[in-house]
């Protein structure tokens, strides 16, 4: 399996669907989303998409189907696809890389923004329903929860690290150095 395998972990809206879409366009990169299985069911229960459900949602699968659930449906996705890139833009917790550590080629990135930038830009990108009516109280409030604090914990020990706090081209420009780091 010759594929490099990136997973990118950062706080809400710190620019991690960003650095997928780089990577798509640039490098044909196939994206593979840990949110995906989680939106598709809340799709085919006919309930809201929001932060909040998937949260519940992603917590209830662990707990009855084992905290790896998720790892092991995205290993296989991860194994079966055709491309030579693969982005996970959503690494959320340690069972999340279960068995994507044992890939050779997977990379740990983490991604950091500070908060009223991230905040600013969820209110602009509606990602989920509730995203354009969050207030910075709520943001606030989502970013104390355990699951974040998980999150900023991963980012810490990721091999590679990048600062969304300027421009989309400074961005893509650690991008580039990272994806040349990688290749050697």
């Known amino acids: 399996m010759n594929k490099i395998v990136l997973g990118l972990v950062g706080e809400i809206a710190a620019g991690k669907d960003t650095v997928a879409a780089y990577l798509k366009k640039k490098y044909k990169s196939q994206t593979v989303s840990f949110s ?10 006919y309930l809201p998409i929001n932060r909040k459900n998937m949260d519940d949602l992603g917590m209830n699968l662990r707990q009855v189907f084992g905290q790896d659930l998720l790892s092991r449906v995205i290993y296989d996705e991860v194994r079966q696809t055709k491309s030579k890139l693969v982005v996970l833009p959503n690494i959320r917790l340690e069972s999340d890389m279960v068995y994507l550590k044992t890939l050779p080629e997977f990379h740990l990135v983490g991604i950091d ?22 207030t910075w109280r709520q943001f606030l409030s989502d970013s104390r929860v355990p699951l974040q604090q998980q999150i900023r914990q991963i980012a810490k020990r990721a091999k590679f690290q990048l600062d ?6 400074e961005l893509f420009q650690q991008v580039e150095q990272l994806m040349k780091n990688i290749k050697k």
């Open 164 to 169: 969304n706090n300027g421009t989309k081209r």
């Open 36 to 45: 995906q299985p989680l939106r598709d069911i809340l799709n085919r229960l």
């Open 113 to 134: 923004c500070e908060i009223k930038t991230r905040f600013a830009r969820l209110k602009n990108r509606r990602q989920n329903i509730d995203d354009k009516t969050k």
